[in-house]
């Protein structure tokens, strides 16, 4: 099966500019979906198709793939902005199942 | 915009089964898809399995090929996820989530649902 593999925890100083990644094999031929998850709340899908933002997302939030890796950036973060963050593709070996990757805690110091 | 509602905690003894369902409203039911994900304790998310009630469909996910039911009734709007043999890992919480033809991914996800397992 596929596997996402990110880094467990980020930290970035406020006004900073975080960058989460997700590694995955030829991440950069599928579509990527990125999630946040505040603590005791369901997760909430900021970047869908590798690049778009649902209305209601800030542009502050932004998403990149290329190669093996996706990348989430958040730029001028913001104490809100702390939460886990997790990837998801489509795995079309296997009958288009969602992965998820192990989700990234994103600290703002 | 779907809103999604799921049914409230369980707890259940080990061996035993739990039902847990997810009421769709504000949209036309089968225009979408309903995905299951549990997330264990301090954990990340989990896909169980989605159900297409427009085809009448369901797919587990690889992990949970032997012990999962996913269904949906249109009538009545609702999704739902059958887990039986429950066992102490099965100690979660479950999601119900939604996308439509057009969605990337989970647009639309419901308020978890705790099943705790313990004897």
């Known amino acids: 099966s596929y596997v996402l593999t990110q880094p467990p925890s980020v930290s970035v100083a406020p006004g900073k500019t975080a960058r989460i990644t997700c590694g995955g094999n030829?991440?950069?031929?599928?579509?990527v979906q990125w999630y946040q998850q505040k603590p005791g709340q369901a997760p909430f899908l900021v970047i869908y198709y590798d690049t778009d933002r649902p209305s209601g997302i800030p542009d502050r939030f932004s998403g990149s793939t290329s190669g093996n890796t996706a990348t989430l950036t958040i730029s001028r973060v913001e104490a809100g902005d702390e939460a886990d963050y997790y990837c998801?593709?489509?795995?079309?070996?296997?009958?288009?199942?969602?992965?998820f990757g192990g989700g990234t805690k994103l600290t703002v110091l | 915009q779907v809103q999604l509602v799921q049914s409230a905690a369980e707890v259940k003894k080990p061996g035993s089964s739990v039902k847990v369902s997810c009421k769709a409203s504000?949209?036309?039911?089968?225009?979408?898809?309903f995905v299951w994900v549990r997330q264990a304790p301090g954990q990340g998310l989990e896909w169980m399995g989605r159900v297409v009630p427009l085809f009448h469909t369901s797919t587990n996910g690889q992990n949970f090929q032997d012990r999962v039911t996913i269904s949906a009734d249109e009538s009545t709007s609702t999704a739902f996820l059958d887990l039986s043999s429950l066992r102490s890992e099965d100690t979660a919480t479950y999601y119900c989530a939604a996308y439509s033809a057009t969605s990337g991914g989970l647009d639309y996800w419901g308020q978890g649902t705790l099943v705790i397992v313990s004897s």
């Open positions: 998801q593709v489509w795995d079309t070996s296997a009958d288009h199942e969602g992965v």
């Open positions: 030829n991440i950069g031929s599928k579509s």
């Open positions: 504000g949209g036309t039911f089968s225009s979408y898809t």
